[in-house]
């Protein structure tokens, strides 16, 4: 999606995929439509833990927050946003699970909303699922609000969202270190916005990217049944990534993808950082 034309392209988007930890993008935004000042400290390292680390602990006790003390109803909470935008092929139903071998079971029967896309190619989680255009949209939405202050989370969200609040969403996401995927199709100190997900049979990467030839908004799902050799989806979403960039940037292009990294997520937490103070300020303009 360029984000200067608002002119896409899209592939797929008939198709449900595991939403993995990419909707936590979703609850990010459900959260800050709730804050009404900036997030102390600790749901501040909370918001850094969910984003970058995708710690599924940190992630529940948001859900928990935006539920008024209850994970399925913060769930539910994130649904309902999305409906309000419009993004009605997106979902979430529980919170994320703490143990595999322990699954999250619901105090209370679930309702499987009925969106009207593919049930069956990607074999989705019945119970957190996206399509791409959905988390495109609401990127774009995120970017609107943060630079433009327009788009739907200005004026359908009653009050509910300001620029600052966008640009720390932005921020946070920025600060993201995994390097692989999207990001690793674009030059190394290209700032890029994003938020990772993966599981056995599922890779994906959504992201805003700000570079010289304009910004742009790139959502990518890869699914193989079985199991997804990470060694097979990271080349190709670097590669289609690479091809976007240079799209944009003529000029400049990157000739090959770069290795990219993942850092070793059980090291990672960023309490007491200097991220958590930025996501602390009640003024931020970058």
């Known amino acids: 999606l360029d984000l200067q034309t608002g002119e896409s392209i899209t592939f797929g988007t008939e198709f449900a995929f595991s939403g993995t930890s990419i909707n936590k ?20 390292t909370d918001i850094a833990n969910t984003m970058i680390c995708s710690e599924n602990a940190a992630t529940n006790r948001l859900l928990s927050l935006i539920g008024q003390g209850d994970e399925f109803l913060g769930a539910d909470e994130v649904t309902r946003f999305l409906r309000q935008l419009g993004l009605d092929h997106t979902y979430i139903l529980t919170p994320y699970t703490l143990d595999p071998n322990q699954p999250v079971v619901s105090p209370r029967p679930l309702f499987i909303p009925q969106t009207g896309v593919d049930q069956r190619k990607a074999n989705p989680d019945q119970t957190n699922q996206l399509t791409v255009d959905d988390m495109g949209w609401l990127l774009a939405d995120i970017y609107q609000c ?49 938020k990772h997900g993966w599981i056995f049979d599922t890779h994906g990467n959504a992201g805003v990217f700000f570079t010289p030839g304009g910004d742009y908004v790139l959502v990518m799902m ?3 049944p079985t199991w997804l050799e990470y060694a097979q989806s990271l080349p190709v979403i670097a590669e289609v990534s690479r091809t976007v960039y240079n799209y944009y940037n003529p000029g400049a292009p990157l000739p090959a993808i770069r290795d990219g990294f993942i850092p ?4 990672c937490n960023f309490a007491n950082t200097p991220l958590v103070v930025d996501l602390r300020q009640p003024v931020w303009d970058q």
Not at 264 to 267: C, F, G, L, N, V
């Open 222 to 224: 890869l699914h193989q």
């Open 264 to 267: 070793d997520a059980p090291t």
């Open 146 to 194: 943060a630079y433009e202050d327009a788009g739907p989370l200005i004026e359908d969200m009653s009050g509910a969202f300001n620029g600052r609040e966008c640009r720390q969403m932005l921020h946070v996401m920025s600060s993201n270190n995994v390097d692989a995927l999207l990001k690793a199709g674009v030059p190394e100190d290209t700032r890029v916005a994003h």
């Open 25 to 44: 993008v979703a609850i990010l935004a459900r959260l800050y439509a709730q804050l009404q000042d900036p997030p102390d400290a600790r749901i501040a």
